[in-house]
């Protein structure tokens, strides 16, 4: 029988030095990314110029980015503050549903956004025909609920382990790698699981359908006879690229190797820049790289 009540997050060091300055550190960049992301929403939501299928799209992005980052860094802020860093096993066994949900939700928002620039470029006069609004709203739903329904077997696969070496996890948030390596059950059916939506379904589904997009926009863009046609075609699609790269490079090292071979300490490295740096990133790449973003603003 499992005993376990309570998980006790270890956090990012165990120095009290550098315990404060993590903490300055990410209280900073929390409150970057809500003003950022918030900002990118605003912009959207009240300028007429940004009401478009590709804005729509970024305003998602923003909401889970949010969402995310205060679903992590919240747990690292308040510990620090409350000197309490337990978290009940029901409460923690949601974090990583939810963390999940919304990490594939990220991934399939960004494989909308390319399927948006492709028909864009490659499609342009039936482009508000195919993305119109009714299509852009149903698309959005889908990418949102599709990610909770894809991560509820990994949840109650989670649900289902039976007992705990300890009730200490490595990390400064619940995620899925550490409360694996914590289970005294036989999680190699877990494991191979996790792998395998991981790469396959998750990660690898989205991936191929972004790739295969930019591959048709890139022969498009290439098929253009002026060299500014072309430079102002990738131009639109510059943003969307970086902030692709930026987040599958993280959730590769993160997430997509076996349990085995993970080490904890530098997984918890790319777990925090996945949730800090990444939502931070994401208004900066797209207000500094775009004139209609730049135009809102000011």
């Known amino acids: 029988m499992n005993t376990t009540t309570y998980f006790i997050i270890s956090g990012i060091s165990l120095q009290p030095v550098l315990q404060f300055l993590l903490f300055l550190l990410v209280l900073l960049i929390y409150l970057l990314t809500i003003g950022g992301n918030m900002t990118i929403f605003l912009l959207v939501c009240l300028d007429h110029h940004l009401h478009t299928p590709m804005y729509f799209f970024l305003a998602n992005l923003s909401i889970l980015d949010i969402s995310?980052?205060?679903?992590?860094?919240?747990?690292?802020?308040?510990?620090y503050i409350s000197g309490d860093n337990t978290v009940p096993v029901p409460e923690c066994l949601v974090q990583i549903y939810v963390f999940l949900s919304l990490t594939c939700d990220e991934l399939l928002v960004l494989t909308a956004m390319s399927y948006d620039r492709y028909v864009a470029i490659c499609?342009?006069?039936?482009?508000?025909?195919?993305?119109?609004?009714?299509?852009?709203?149903?698309l959005a739903f889908f990418c949102w609920v599709?990610?909770?329904?894809?991560?509820?077997p990994t949840f109650i696969?989670?649900?289902?382990?039976?007992?705990?070496?300890?009730?200490?996890?490595d990390h400064f948030f619940c995620d899925v790698v550490p409360i694996v390596k914590l289970s005294c059950s036989d999680t190699t059916f877990l494991q191979l699981y996790i792998l395998i939506v991981?790469?396959?379904?998750?990660?690898?589904?989205p991936f191929a359908l972004t790739f295969i997009s930019y591959v048709f926009i890139i022969a498009s863009i290439l098929s253009i006879r002026t060299s500014g046609g072309r430079r102002k075609?990738?131009?639109?699609?510059?943003?969307?690229?970086t902030v692709v790269i930026c987040l599958y490079a993280t959730l590769f090292f993160q997430y997509l190797r076996p349990t085995s071979s993970i080490n904890l300490d530098s997984n918890k490295y790319f777990s925090l820049f996945n949730a800090a740096a990444v939502p931070t990133l994401n208004p900066l790449i797209y207000s500094l790289k775009n004139k209609d973003v730049k135009a809102a603003i000011r």
């Open 146 to 152: 599709w990610g909770f329904i894809e991560s509820l």
């Open 157 to 169: 696969g989670i649900f289902k382990l039976t007992c705990y070496e300890s009730n200490k996890i």
């Open 233 to 241: 075609a990738f131009y639109t699609c510059s943003s969307h690229i």
């Open 68 to 79: 995310c980052s205060t679903l992590i860094l919240h747990k690292i802020l308040i510990s």
């Open 123 to 138: 499609n342009p006069l039936h482009y508000h025909h195919i993305m119109n609004c009714l299509h852009c709203a149903i």
């Open 198 to 205: 991981g790469v396959f379904l998750a990660g690898f589904t």
